[in-house]
């Protein structure tokens, strides 16, 4: 099998620059997600009325809707109604609704992991209501949510390949681009693979350490 | 044990709980003197877990008061909070913090709630775990003690507290037999100590031995209140001795 490794080089430097853009929604998708996630479970959590009924609605959507449908929403449908968004920005929001809802999930499920026992043993020491939220619950909550919660940001971060589909130009792109002007299939596919390896694998790893760290004290090694 | 001139510190009158439609606790009227040691004795169901859980402000009640030195803890406004680093509680299932060493778990309560000075608690919770014989035990995690040893750290993370009141619910109840004399004679040893305790077990010779007033109840109801030889020897209720009788083979 021949590589064309001089076609591999001098597209490196298009593909960086994409990794760099996929990084970055990455990266902001996955931060924004975290937050609407953990507010809308606080929500969850707690009951509060009105907003309750709000976060379920966005949850049932976020999670029954393809990630395209809603970029394409975003992106050209709201063009219609005259709010012109980015493509970077469109894409972003799209990650971080769809990413939302699977953190709150992931956030929730570590709430309700807690016990009443716990709880009451925390009031039972005179704990006041932050002090119980902030010394047993969230980190109780913390340590059993951590694995869905890497789980998510490893999804995310593979989700961004669809959101060349906007124009953005991220590594899909790239490679679909390349692939139509030079029909160097194999090389450009074998690049997007490696490269979203070499993004993939040490988040991984770094989420795989944190999990071990978080969860020694209540479940050891 | 021995009792002190009778300065009453806790007073339960005519305490009435309901869970919907079921009566668990009928009219109870029990009170406790500094320094003295009441056991509660019933048959399972009868509201003793329940009766513990209202005077640490778990479960509200539908009825009657109670009184710490006097003051009402029925009121709307009454800080439980502040109620409850006066009134210590161990469970039956050893609820240390999961997610925190035993030294965290007992330092929690003073010096969050308490706002005490971290070394004076330090000292404080050495002592009290070379006491119970857990020292060396300071940093581990829950996961990795024993029934009994979780125990022994729950009542010490209460101790730190510096309560006035001791409530223990049936805190040998989940233990191996080996395990329970260990829990037991530190709660001995907080009774020679003047230690004001509400205990509620199902071990009938600790019972005689730590009760300075043993109190029957059954469905609900207190049935009778006495001296611990007297109950033991002589039950004055019917109910009362179908009970012990349960317990001879
Ligand atoms: N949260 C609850 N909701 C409804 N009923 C309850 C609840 N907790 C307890 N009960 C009922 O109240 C009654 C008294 O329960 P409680 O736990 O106080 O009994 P107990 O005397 O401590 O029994 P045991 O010796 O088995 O611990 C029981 O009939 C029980 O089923
Ligand atoms: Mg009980």
Known sequence: ?221 | MHKEANEVLLEIKGLFKKYDDMTVLDDVNLSINKGEVVVILGPSGCGKSTLLRCLNGLEKIQGGDIRYRNKSLVDKDVNWQEIRQHIGMVFQNYELFSHMTVIENILLGPVKVQKRDKNEVMEQANQLLDRVGLLDRKDSYPRQLSGGQKQRIAIVRALCMNPEIMLFDEVTASLDPEMVREVLDVILGLAKQGMTMLIVTHELSFARAVADKIVFIDKGKICEISDPDEFFTHPKTERAQHFLNKFQY
Not at chain 1, 33 to 45: E, N, Q
Not at chain 1, 208 to 214: A, D, I
């Open chain 1, 1 to 221: 099998m021949n590589l064309n490794w001089q076609f591999i080089i001098d597209s490196l430097p298009l593909y960086r620059e994409a990794a760099w853009t996929t990084l970055k929604l990455g990266f902001w998708g996955i931060l924004f997600s975290l937050m609407i996630g953990f507010i809308c479970s606080i929500v969850l959590y707690f009951k509060v009325k009105v907003l309750k009924t709000i976060v379920h609605i966005y949850i049932e959507l976020s999670r029954n809707t393809p990630l395209l449908i809603q970029l394409f929403f975003l992106y050209f449908g709201l063009t219609k109604v005259g709010i012109a968004l980015t493509e970077t920005a469109c894409a972003i929001i799209g990650l971080s609704f769809l990413g939302g809802s699977y953190m709150a999930e992931a956030f929730r499920s570590g709430f309700e992991a807690v016990s009443k026992t716990q709880i009451e043993s925390g009031l039972s020491i005179g704990l006041s209501k932050t002090q119980l939220v902030r010394y047993v619950v969230l980190p109780q909550a913390f340590s059993v949510s951590i694995p869905s919660i890497g789980a998510n940001c490893i999804f995310l971060l593979k989700e961004t390949s669809i959101v060349g589909a906007i124009a953005v130009v991220d590594l899909m792109n790239v490679t679909k681009d390349l692939i139509g002007m030079y029909y160097q299939t194999l090389e450009a596919l074998l690049m997007l693979v490696v490269i979203y390896l070499v993004m993939i694998l040490p988040l991984s790893l770094i989420l795989t350490w944190l999990e071990r760290k978080v969860r020694y004290a209540e479940f050891g090694n």
